[in-house]
């Protein structure tokens, strides 16, 4: 079964940064898109950043100068590259990815980031 796992969360101090991680069990270089979603504690989830399987990316306003997403196809894995945080990034970061053949997406099951003023 496809699994998708998070890592690299934390808590850090405004200003600074975090490299998020998603290790897939599944081949990435077969997904159609893959991206990054978060939801902040009473708030929907929201759509930070996505890449296509073309490479074009896109993220939200609220991060785009900030953050970056990238895959390596030699590692099978996802990133997300946060600089220049702040408290309003605090949230749950998740990881998903929809495979060629799939009408639906996988999803890990979370990671914590955590901004501290």
């Known amino acids: 079964q496809v699994q998708l796992v998070e890592s690299g969360g934390g808590l850090v101090q405004a200003g600074g940064s975090l490299r998020l991680s998603c290790a897939a069990s599944?081949?990435?270089?077969?997904?159609?898109?893959m991206g990054w979603y978060r939801q902040a504690p009473g708030k929907t989830r929201e759509m930070v950043a996505t890449?296509?399987?073309?490479?074009?990316?896109n993220y939200a306003d609220s991060v785009k100068g900030r953050f970056t997403i990238s895959t390596d196809n030699t590692k099978n894995t996802l990133s997300l590259q946060m600089n220049s945080l702040n408290p309003e990034d605090t949230a749950v970061y998740y990881c998903?990815?929809?495979?060629?053949?799939?009408?639906?997406?996988?999803w890990g099951q979370g990671t914590q980031v955590t901004v501290s003023s």
């Open positions: 890449i296509t399987s073309g490479g074009s990316t």
């Open positions: 599944g081949n990435i270089a077969h997904t159609n898109r």
């Open positions: 998903s990815a929809r495979w060629w053949g799939n009408s639906f997406d996988y």
